[in-house]
């Protein structure tokens, strides 16, 4: 157990839906970023945010979006689902000060059909 | 435009032998550098890293070698084991790789065989 968990595992909706991705940070960790893995894909970077405000901002769709809560809980809301939307999302978290980068979750897989 | 390149999908070695993954950059502006294993079913774990004031790091079985002037860090598994089947990932930051967000490459699947 990483310490990073996400909700849910898995994730089965048809096109045109809206999901919400959850994501607890490691105990401690302040920062949460979002990372999309598609099939033949890297890690590609979304969206991170640093104690409640948006830090940086990758190649997040418009369709998508985020939020971090007051207990630094995160959530990935994707809108207008497409068949391509369909990958593994995974959060990570850091506390900033290390140089170890960040603690992964296990991921969420979304399965548009 | 990727920005980190793992230009092999997959490497397959026989156990006991040396596994070499390699990758490339091309933004000079990364100075820190990290790697990640992952198995199927479970997210990134951290392997090991490197500043880009050193060119080598050495942890136990895995060492990390970084050449800036050729824009290429090499992991080295020696030796490989079984266990070590998984998909490496090469990532790159700016400092303070903790509030920066990591560039990814694609990955390489390695495969260790008894």
């Known amino acids: 157990d990483s310490g990073v968990t996400q909700t849910p595992k898995h994730l089965i909706t048809a096109t045109g839906q809206r999901v919400t991705l959850r994501c607890s940070p490691r105990?401690?960790?302040?920062?949460v970023y979002w990372y999309q893995q598609s099939l033949d894909q890297g890690l590609q970077f979304l969206i991170q945010?640093?104690?409640?405000?948006?830090?940086a901002k990758g190649n997040i769709l418009e369709r998508f979006s985020a939020q971090q809560f007051p207990d630094l809980h995160s959530e990935l809301n994707l809108s207008s689902l497409e068949l391509g939307d369909s990958a593994l999302y995974f959060c990570?978290?850091?506390?900033?000060?290390?140089?170890?980068?960040?603690?992964f979750g296990s991921g969420t897989r979304l399965t548009v059909v | 435009d990727q920005q980190v390149k793992q230009n092999s999908p997959s490497l397959s070695v026989q156990e006991g032998r040396i596994s070499i993954l390699n990758c490339d950059y091309t933004n000079s502006m990364f100075d820190y550098f990290l790697w990640y294993k992952k198995y199927p079913a479970e997210g990134p774990t951290f392997l090991i890293s490197?500043?880009?004031?050193?060119d080598k790091n050495e942890d136990g079985r895995f060492t990390v070698f970084l050449n800036k002037s050729a824009k290429h860090l090499s992991l080295h598994i020696v030796p490989s084991q079984p266990g070590d089947s998984a998909v490496y990932f090469c990532?790159?930051?700016?400092?303070?790789?903790?509030?920066?967000?990591?560039?990814f490459g694609k990955g390489t699947r390695l495969s260790v065989i008894a």
């Open positions: 105990s401690g960790d302040l920062s």
């Open positions: 990570a978290s850091s506390h900033g000060t290390g140089n170890y980068g960040y603690t």
């Open positions: 945010y640093y104690n409640g405000e948006e830090r």
């Open positions: 490197i500043s880009s004031i050193k």
């Open positions: 990532a790159a930051s700016g400092q303070d790789s903790g509030n920066t967000p990591l560039v």
